[in-house]
């Protein structure tokens, strides 16, 4: 029987042992990355692409998530396609490059150049190891990501800041090589100069795996500097810490998580610009204020008799300091719920802080002590307030009487109720920039919507 393709010298149970090992990948990693077998379908391969992508996806609160995001498109791109699949299975990263026969790329080409082609972009994360390469290229080096807390004040008046720290720089004394005068780095035994070294996995079952895994001794860079050449300022490390002292400008009107950057203030690596230093600000919450947008609300509590009588006072002390006189119209009776639109007050709209948004005051009745009623006549109170709601007609058949008893709403709150999600609405239904404000704002402001206020 004569076995097509087979090589000569090789018997029948030899050759099916050969096309068995050619059909296992030399390379393993990028399936681990997306959680499937080697022998997965592309249906598989989409699926776990999806789940991957869905629990990886760019968030600006994990600096890493964007390059475990790139990490698990870059594998699908590979694996989703027939030619490319093939190629890795074959001969691994080196089959994107021209490594292998067959790999397509062309020889001598980069495997971050061929990312970048595909992709867009050379910062996969990648080891693509092979002689030459180091892993990915960078084109400068990593940004250094940090939060900075801010009052509500800070944000309405602006704000200037020095702050000490302390940053990686190119070692002066050997500009960058870690070694010491005219010595040069040797090829690292361990990997034999390829910066990776094959490891193998258990993949479940009886299954073995094989992939790429920097190098130890080296740390990926395929060559090491014998301790005796190793420059004395820096140990061979190549960069050394130096203390910075840095000034960041909050600008008037900035807003929660809003960015500062200062470009090429970061840690400095040999061979690349220097990244930058990222200061994301987060805004405290206000014991008086909430913020929405330009715009802010507060709560001011008046009298019973400035809610009958009205008021001329300073009813609340601003953010920059300044205290705010409101004087209520003439004949007018503030009711519980009622709020009221100050215009211009509100927070400077960022980078042309001389406009504001507008200020929201919800008016809060306070109702007096017990005590106060020992101090006047009650006869003479009841004859000037309005007359008290007359008994209820027809009255009902059966009447009961029944105790009064204070309570607290937290109580009634706490106790499940079948009732809708409005049973415990303000009567009056307001919200945050809603309600009758005729008499207290201009015709032709009325343009304005409602904002939505939440605390920040």
């Not at 997306?34 to 968030?59: C, F, M, Q, W």
């Not at 400068?140 to 509500?152: R, W």
């Not at 809610?307 to 003439?330: E, M, N, Q, W, Y």
């Amino acid at each position: 029987m004569k076995f097509a393709g087979g090589r000569p010298g090789l018997k029948l149970d030899e050759r099916v042992v050969a096309l068995t090992a050619l059909a296992v990948p030399i390379e393993t990693a990028l399936y681990e990355l997306l959680g499937v077998s080697p022998t997965a379908t592309e249906d598989e391969i989409k699926k776990a692409y999806r789940k991957k992508a869905r629990e990886h996806h760019p968030n600006p609160d994990d600096p890493e998530a964007g390059q475990r995001f790139q990490e698990m498109a870059a594998a699908y791109e590979i694996l989703s396609s027939v030619e490319t699949r093939e190629a890795y299975d074959r001969y691994g990263m080196d089959g994107m490059s021209g490594g292998g026969a067959g790999g397509g790329f062309g020889p001598g080409m980069d495997p971050a150049d061929i990312f970048a082609e595909l992709f867009g972009q050379t910062n996969f994360g990648f080891d693509f190891g092979g002689p030459g390469s180091r892993g990915p290229r960078r084109t400068k080096g990593q940004d250094s990501n940090i939060p900075y807390e801010v009052t509500l004040e800070d944000l309405y008046n602006g704000k200037t800041v020095k702050m000490n720290m302390e940053k990686e720089i190119v070692c002066g004394a050997c500009k960058g090589s870690g070694a010491k005068g005219s010595a040069k780095p040797k090829q690292c035994v361990k990997c034999e100069g390829k910066g990776w070294t094959m490891v193998t996995t258990a993949m479940g079952g009886s299954r073995l795996g094989t992939h790429r895994a920097m190098c130890t001794e080296c740390e990926g860079r395929g060559e090491k500097l014998r301790e005796k050449d190793r420059c004395k300022k820096c140990k061979g490390n190549k960069t050394v810490k130096e203390k910075t002292r840095q000034e960041i400008y909050i600008e008037r009107g900035m807003a929660d998580r809003q960015r500062i950057v200062l470009a090429g203030a970061g840690d400095e690596e040999p061979g690349i610009p220097p990244g930058d230093v990222i200061f994301t600000l987060k805004t405290k919450p206000h014991e008086s204020f909430e913020r929405s947008g330009a715009d802010l609300l507060t709560t001011v509590h008046i009298t019973l008799s400035e809610a009958l009588l009205g008021f001329s006072r300073i009813l609340l002390t601003h953010l920059d300091g300044r205290g705010v006189h409101v004087t209520s119209p003439k004949g007018k009776i503030i009711k519980p719920g009622d709020s009221i639109i100050l215009r211009g007050e509100g927070m400077p709209h960022y980078k042309t802080p001389d406009h504001k948004g507008n200020l929201y005051v919800m008016l809060e009745i306070d109702m007096p002590e017990e005590s106060w009623l020992k101090t006047i006549d009650p006869q003479a109170l009841e004859a000037i307030l309005p007359p008290k709601k007359a008994e209820m007609e027809p009255k009902p058949a059966v009447v009961d009487e029944v105790p009064f008893e204070a309570s607290d709403i937290v109580d009634v709150r706490e106790t499940p109720f079948p009732a809708g999600s409005n049973f415990f609405d303000h009567p009056s239904g307001f919200q945050f920039g809603e309600g009758d404000e005729g008499d207290w704002e201009d015709d032709e402001d009325d343009e304005d919507g409602e904002p939505e206020c939440r605390p920040q």
